[in-house]
């Protein structure tokens, strides 16, 4: 049973800067499409941005040139970092894997950009 661990949520001021990490263990990290999913309050989730294993990427058109996805295999980890954050960008943040029929998710983490 895969593991992702998320880390790196937090409160930032509008047109602020956030790192958010994903430490995954317990599955082949190598082969997996990494994504990042967010969740605000009475919304359904949606995607933010994903990374296949050969590394293309794709953003939801919300945060294309504000957010980039990135992944270091050897550390089993991949990252989200958010710059000129917006209000609407508060959410839970998830991390997802995925592979064929196999797909995890992570807890969650809060981010809240406000003033």
């Known amino acids: 049973q895969g593991q992702l661990v998320e880390s790196g949520g937090g409160l930032v001021q509008p047109g602020g800067s956030l790192r958010l990490s994903c430490a995954a263990s317990r599955i082949t990290f190598t082969i997996y499409t990494m994504g990042w999913y967010r969740q605000a309050p009475g919304k359904q989730r949606e995607l933010v941005a994903a990374?296949?294993?050969?590394?293309?990427?794709d953003f939801a058109d919300s945060v294309k040139g504000r957010f980039t996805i990135s992944r270091d295999n050897a550390k089993n980890t991949v990252y989200l970092q958010m710059n000129s954050l917006k209000p609407e960008d508060t959410a839970v943040y998830y991390c997802?894997?995925?592979?064929?029929?196999?797909?995890?998710w992570g807890q969650g983490t809060q981010v809240t950009v406000s003033s």
């Open positions: 997802n894997a995925r592979w064929k029929s196999l797909n995890y």
């Open positions: 990374i296949t294993s050969d590394g293309n990427t």
